[in-house]
């Protein structure tokens, strides 16, 4: 049985504050209004869209699209959140607070960044943790990336569906839905705060393995909690399949991790939809960074210049046949297959993984029988990679350490600096779709859509 709200929690989905529910600013939209305020989207001539503030994602950007005298589209994603260093002032730093510092990148995947930076310097180094806390390791990241995908599905996404700002109007007339996305968001902190320490910016997980084991009992408490959320992950499922999606078909390379024996998070082979293979160590071969003269985050492309997508839909197309039986079984029985092209159903593929992530974090809390072990600790020199599956997509960190383990060099690529030129050449293809001046409104509306859809985290991008 669901475990009941707080009763302020309850009295706020039955009668939000007027202040959300009644103000004429915070109610229903135009259906053409594209989710952003009116004040922060201007026409500038009848052939440009300017969008100064992006709404509904993590980060500041501004989208700019021209029309030119021969319907020629320019398009400009224009990231103008400052960026923070990390990479510079990494330097100097200990080994032992790599993890600490970078899981500050971001505040909805926290356990990604400190994760792949405890492997990379673990890679540097040459220490191999135990089985059990890789296994922990993947529970930790498995239920982040399921977190992450409630909170951009029900509070970021939904909304453009039906005509709202945002998720907290929408309460009053779909109270069901707020009444899931505190249940299942409740549960998966659940699982990082028993884990980690807490539920953000984990404290337990270092190099070499954790400092705290939880009890049997506790996953035994945390197995419980998810069991009970698992329908409402189902019912996610059919709401994000009931959705109209725009139609539109991006010859996009998606890439991914995958590994012959499970479905990979933590490590893995470095996969594309196009048949390249390679090794994690090969990664910098692979692709390179490219900096705009617009923008503060860098471009990511292959070594031969294409772009390519990361995050879940690329990952359903990658190792669709890698998910659980009950998630494939769902997937036929609503006519999804792969692989799936349509970049809008980036959100549709994060809801199959949702109640996937699920099914994989109660395997594993049965599997796994914790026992305290010390840490497997060896401090030397050396330079190390590691990437992971966030839950945007592939997120690299490699460092490089002296014999004292003080960090001499940082480097970081981030789902959506993966993503980003990726994202640009579709936003491109979707407004060449809109030849008329006055269908500028509805371009507008698609074109915040399509950028909510890739999830993108602009923080992250400008670390």
Known sequence: MLRPLPGSLRRWVSDPPTSFAGSRSMGRLNPNSGGERSSMTKVINPGEIRIDYISRVEGETNLIVKRGAESLVEVCLDIFEPPRFFEGFMVGRKYDEVGDITSRICGIC????????????????????????????????????????IIHLYMLALPDYFGYPGFLPMIPDFPKEAEDFLAMKSAMNRVAAIIGGRALHPISMVVGGFTRVPTRADFDDLGERIEEILPLARRTIDRIHGLSQPDLHSESEHVALRNENDFAVNEGRIVSSRGKHLETSDYLSFFKEKQESYGMSKKTFTAEGKTIMVGALARMNIKFDQYRDKTRKIAEELGITVPDTNPFHNVLAQALELYDGMLICLELLSEIHPQNEGLVLRISDGEGISVTEAPRGLLMHSYAVD???????????????HNFA????????????FPEKDEMGDLKLKC????????????CSVH
């Open 110 to 149: 926290p356990i990604s960044h400190m994760t792949t930076a405890i492997q990379a310097v673990e890679d540097a180094m040459g220490i191999d943790p135990s089985p059990q806390t890789k296994q922990i390791r993947r529970l930790m990241c498995v239920s982040q990336n399921v977190a992450s995908h």
């Open 403 to 417: 014999r004292k383990g003080t960090v001499l060099k940082a480097n970081l690529v981030t789902p959506t600096a």
């Open 422 to 433: 990726n994202l640009e050449k579709d936003l491109h293809a979707l407004a060449t779709r």
């Open 448 to 459: 915040a859509q399509l950028v909510r859809a890739y999830d993108p985290c602009f923080s």
